[in-house]
């Protein structure tokens, strides 16, 4: 009877063992599970993602594109804002329509933060227009057909071929200049009219100076002064360059150094932003401190509405213009109905020997303007050129004041 009793109490105590030990094991498990889940939300909390729109949603809405949600914290979204071509990265408002919207992730990499980024869009040339078959470039200028026409004819690009640069159309039109009570040389700011021209898209290189100079010294006439960065490589800008052997580099090219207005139109646009992107913060993929000089065409970022790259870094540059710290108050006397016409700087020395640069050592702002010793040059200094088209009959239709010419 007691051996029945004790078969019975083992068999009781390996029943309870079994029930305990499988339960006690699903509880562990189900904490396991917790944690996990646990921590994959925390970590995935941390960062804005993009919610990818996989096969499925794609076969549901292939009639309507629907943009892409963004998950995350809001304060890391931004959005891309077109100012007709030219890109601006800003904080979305409450009701944004903006076509693309980004979340920006902190990169790994020490010293650069979620603002150092570019973005990079052909750009459209809108609306084409048909060549003008009675439009003539002069002799040594050629039309860059695969960049358009404008809607006057005239091609939207052209190249120099004596140094072979490309230049960009800049139309007829009014443009904002200066700024409203900023530094007393670039104030008031004013409307001006100035007629069709080209610049060149970027500034003269070393390798273009270079050959330039070989060729005065083959031609044994008076000889350019050497750069004053001839160590640097080809693609650099050429600086440390006189006003004259800049003048004298444009006239052998069949080109002019740009007036001060040309070069602050090609620079702002006909909207007069700050900078050439716009007027928000600058965009660049690496780092970049304003007075950096790197080889022409580096940063994307800086590029005008009208494709004019390196106007807010890189070298300062030579103007056509005698420097006068006035020159604007002087300009705004001269407008008509609230635009200043035909207005082309001082027409003699105000400051001896001292010409306007323009482009900014210490910001990016294009508006700022100084005065340079025309004979000895800064180390910084380099230039680009214009070609200035004869009036079209549409820029006839706006007379310039006689009295303009009598300024100074």
Known sequence: MKSSWRTFYLLAGGLLFLVVGCGGNEQ????????????????????????????KSQTKSRG????????????????????????????????????????????AQKGIDSSTFSVIKSVSQGDQGTPDSTFELPKGFSAIDDAGYSAQG??????????????????????????????????PQFAIYQNTFYIDVHEVTLEQYRRWRSEM????????????????????????????????YARTM?????????????ARGESGFVYPWGN??????????????DPVGSFSGD???????????????????????????????????????????????????????????KSWDVRKRIGENMR????????????????SKDESDTPEKSNNKKAF
Not at 254 to 266: D, F, I, N, V, Y
Not at 308 to 321: H, K, P, T
Not at 336 to 357: H, L, Q
Not at 376 to 391: H, S
Request: charged share 25%; aromatic share 8%; net charge positive.
């Open 280 to 293: 928000g913060r600058a965009l660049w993929h690496k780092t970049r401190m304003p007075g950096q000089i």
């Open 64 to 107: 309507k594109k629907k943009q892409p949600i963004l998950e995350g914290k809001p304060e890391n979204f931004f959005e891309v804002v077109d100012y007709i071509h030219n890109y601006q990265i800003r904080k979305p408002g409450p009701d944004s329509e903006a076509d693309e919207q980004y979340a920006v992730l902190l990169p």
């Open 254 to 266: 069949g080109k002019q150094l740009p007036r001060e207005t040309q070069w602050e139109k090609a």
């Open 303 to 361: 590029r005008s509405p009208y494709g004019v790259f390196d106007l807010s870094g890189n070298a300062r540059e030579w103007c056509d213009d005698w420097y006068s710290d006035n020159s604007y108050q002087a300009a705004t006397a001269l407008a008509d109905a609230g635009v200043v016409r035909g207005w082309e700087g001082p027409k003699r020395s105000v400051i001896p020997s001292m010409r306007v640069v323009r482009g900014n050592q």
């Open 154 to 187: 005239l091609p939207n690009r052209i190249r120099c071929d004596r140094d072979y640069s490309e230049m960009v159309l800049v139309p007829a039109g009014v443009s904002i200049q200066g700024e409203e009570n900023g530094a007393k040389n670039a104030s």
């Open 217 to 248: 010294i083959a031609q044994k006439g008076k000889l350019p002064e050497p750069a004053g960065n001839d160590r640097q490589p080809a693609e650099f800008p050429a600086m440390g360059i006189s006003y004259t052997d800049a003048l004298n």
């Open 376 to 391: 000895t040059p800064p180390a910084d200094v380099g230039f680009r050129c214009v070609l200035n088209l004869p009036k």
């Open 28 to 55: 562990i498990a189900n904490k396991q599970t917790l944690r996990q889940k646990r921590s994959s939300s925390s970590s995935s909390d941390s960062v804005p993602k993009l919610k990818s729109s996989g096969p």
